[in-house]
C-alpha cells in the first residue's frame, strides 16, 4: 500500500485513501499552496465543502497544477441551507463553477436534515445518473439517521464522512456501514492536533519511529477507514502522508480502539444548529 493506493467504492468507482482535508484553509492562497503541496507529493485526493468557502481556491490550484483533473479525486458537500431538491441542484452548480471542473468525484450531504435530505437525495441521484458526480455520499449520518434514510435511497450511499479518531471509534457505525458496503471516512482523525499529547500514542510512536499523528493515520487505513487530514503546513502535508513504510500490530490497532471516549471534537449530529 502507498500513497496512491485506492479502496474500491459499492458502485465500482476508486477512491484514495488517503487525501487532503482543505477545512479552514483560507481561500487563495493558502489553500492554493496546500493543495498544489499535497498533489505535488503523492496526494491524488481533496475534500472541500461549499460551507467551507474556498472552492474557487480549490478550483485554481488544480487548474495551476500538472497533475490531470482525471487523476484527482475531488470531493464537495452541500450545505444544510442548500438542502432540498432544487436548492441542491443550484448550489452544486455553483460549486462546479468555483472549483472549474464539469463533474464531482464524489458529492456528500454535509449533515442529515431528516426530510430534507430525503429531497436532496432525490437530486443527487439524478445529477449521478447523468454522469456530473462519480459517486454520491453523505457525512454525519449516525446509525440512526441512516436506517431512516436508506429506505428512500435508490442509490445505496458509497462514503459517509462522519467525526472519527481514537476517542471517537464508534464500532456500531463502523459495522453498520460495512455491512451496507458504505465506506467510512474519517474528519478530525487527529483531533486538531489533540493525538500528540495522548500518552498511549506517544509510545507507541518511539516504538515505531513514527508521530502520533502518523500512528493515527496509519491506525484509521488498517481499520478500513479513509482518512484525509487537514493541513496548511508543508512540513506536515509531507509527514501526514508518510505512514506508507510501516504496519501496526493487531495488539496495537486493539490499544488505540481501548482509547475510545465516545468524545468529539466537533456538534453531534442530533445537535446541529446550523
Not at 36 to 41: M, P, Q
Not at 191 to 207: C, D, F, H, R, T
Request: net charge negative; aromatic share 8%; with cysteine.
Amino acid at each position: 500500500m502507498n500513497i496512491v493506493s485506492k479502496t474500491t467504492l459499492n458502485n465500482g468507482l476508486e477512491m484514495p485513501w488517503f487525501g487532503l482535508g482543505v477545512f479552514q484553509s483560507e481561500d487563495g492562497e493558502q489553500v492554493i499552496n496546500a493543495i498544489k503541496v499535497a498533489l505535488d507529493n503523492g496526494y491524488r485526493s481533496i475534500d472541500t465543502a461549499a460551507i467551507y468557502q474556498n472552492e474557487r481556491g480549490v478550483g485554481a490550484a488544480m487548474q495551476e497544477s500538472s497533475v490531470p483533473r482525471s487523476e484527482i479525486f475531488l470531493t464537495s458537500k452541500v450545505w444544510n441551507n442548500d438542502q432540498g431538491y432544487a436548492t441542491t441542484i443550484s448550489a452544486f452548480d455553483k460549486s462546479l463553477e468555483k472549483l472549474q471542473t464539469d463533474y464531482l468525484d464524489l458529492y456528500l450531504i454535509h449533515w442529515p436534515k431528516g426530510e430534507k435530505s430525503v429531497d436532496t437525495w432525490k437530486a443527487l441521484e439524478e445529477l449521478y445518473a447523468k454522469g456530473k458526480i462519480k459517486a454520491i455520499g453523505i457525512s454525519n449520518f449516525l446509525v440512526h439517521h441512516l436506517e431512516d434514510f436508506l429506505p428512500h435511497c435508490k442509490v445505496i450511499p458509497a462514503v459517509n464522512q462522519v467525526e472519527f479518531h481514537p476517542e471517537l471509534v464508534q464500532p456500531e457505525l463502523l459495522d453498520y456501514c460495512k455491512n451496507k458496503g458504505i465506506q467510512l471516512e474519517a474528519w478530525s482523525p487527529i483531533m486538531k492536533g489533540k493525538v500528540n499529547s495522548i500518552p498511549l500514542l506517544q509510545e507507541l510512536a518511539l516504538k515505531y519511529g513514527k508521530t502520533p499523528v502518523q500512528i493515527v493515520l496509519r491506525w484509521d487505513i488498517q481499520k478500513g477507514v479513509v482518512t484525509i487530514p487537514k493541513s496548511a503546513t508543508k512540513d506536515r502535508i509531507i509527514s501526514n502522508a508518510d505512514i506508507f513504510d510501516f504496519e501496526l500490530s493487531q495488539e496495537d490497532l486493539k490499544k488505540i480502539d481501548l482509547l475510545d471516549k465516545n468524545k468529539r471534537t466537533g456538534p453531534h449530529p442530533d445537535n446541529i444548529s446550523f
